[in-house]
């Protein structure tokens, strides 16, 4: 029988009030990103990065990596550069028209903005953070043991208690509602009930880790995870075949395909009730993030010492790197 527990969120908004804590440690001044120059060309070191994730803004394509460095695609100039070496780990990111929110280890929290070229740290809490997303009033990040935190004009509160799984996929929405995912195959949907805002849990049938979760509303959505399990909720969660037994890592909602990746080079489209490969993407590396910009879709995948970024554009495919 499917669990009805409502997990009650707290955070700004929240009836029950807002949760303070310390100050989160933040550097004196945000870093300025290097002034773009066509020489020396750093576009080649951008793939000898780890590469983990991927988003575009506006004028870039934005990748960050775990222990490496983060690059940017110049869309004017139509070239890559390596605009900041610092090593981070960055496991996840998330795009709004010209700022970048990157995630990672020990509640790391790196914000770029693309207009004043600058680079902002913040630590937000003793956790690991594994994945990002933007809502209309700032930011959700999820992570290890159930932290889930909220960013708002008011700064960083935590937005739930009582949930203990890692979890490692988030989706937000307008109107105060979200999907995430996590281990041992939970989900949690943020609802209004009565007149509080709470996280409740979906049974999914499934006890692998769901590692994504991608959707346009919270009526509609594809989860996917370890042993290549899909799934799809139209109000409840049914599995769908995928074809596959790799870890599945990302996903990204482009129409009415939802883009699906993962390790061995794995690249599904879900479209209703049907998953297919994408046999234009030929890598034997893991593919670590998908995202869209406009009618072009775009794939991160890393290997060991191995790098690369694939644009679909139609029947187009350009490659950048080493995988």
């Not at 234009?280 to 991160?300: D, K, M, P, Q, Y």
Request: charged share 20%; proline share 4%.
């Amino acid at each position: 029988m499917a669990a009805v527990l409502v997990v009650i969120a707290i955070g700004a908004g929240a009836a029950v009030g807002v949760v303070t804590r310390p100050a989160p440690s933040v550097e004196p001044s945000a870093t300025p990103m290097p002034t773009a120059t066509l020489a020396p060309d750093t576009g080649p070191l951008v793939f000898k990065q780890p590469l983990t994730a991927g988003c575009a803004t506006d004028d870039a394509v934005w990748v960050v990596s775990d222990g490496g460095g983060i690059g940017r695609f110049d869309r004017l100039l139509q070239r890559w550069e390596l605009i900041d070496s610092t090593l981070r780990s960055l496991v996840a990111v998330a795009c709004g028209s010209d700022t970048v929110f990157a995630v990672g280890a020990f509640g790391r929290v790196v914000v770029i903005d693309d207009l004043a070229k600058t680079i902002h740290a913040d630590d937000i809490g003793i956790f690991n953070a594994y994945a990002v997303s933007l809502v209309p009033d700032g930011a959700l990040v999820v992570g290890s043991d159930g932290n889930v935190q909220r960013q708002s004009s008011t700064g960083w509160d935590k937005y739930a208690q009582g949930i203990d799984e890692d979890l490692y996929g988030v989706i937000g929405f307008a109107g105060g509602s979200a999907w995430m995912v996590g281990a041992g195959g939970v989900t949690y949907r943020l609802e209004k009930v009565g007149g509080d805002f709470g996280w409740k849990p979906y049974e999914t049938g499934t006890t692998v880790a769901l590692r994504t979760i991608a959707a346009t509303s919270p009526t509609e959505a594809i989860a996917a995870g370890d042993d290549g399990v899909v799934l799809r909720f139209d109000g409840s969660w049914r599995p769908l075949e995928s074809g596959v037994k790799n870890e599945l890592r990302a996903s990204a909602r482009v129409g009415a395909i939802t883009y699906v990746v993962g390790d061995g080079g794995t690249a599904l489209a879900v479209e209703g009730d049907t998953v297919r490969p994408i046999a234009n993407i030929t890598t034997t590396c893991a593919l670590r993030s998908v995202f869209a910009h406009g009618s072009e879709v775009w794939f991160v995948g890393s290997e060991g010492t191995l790098a690369g970024v694939w644009r679909q554009s139609g029947d187009r495919i350009d490659r950048w790197g080493t995988c």
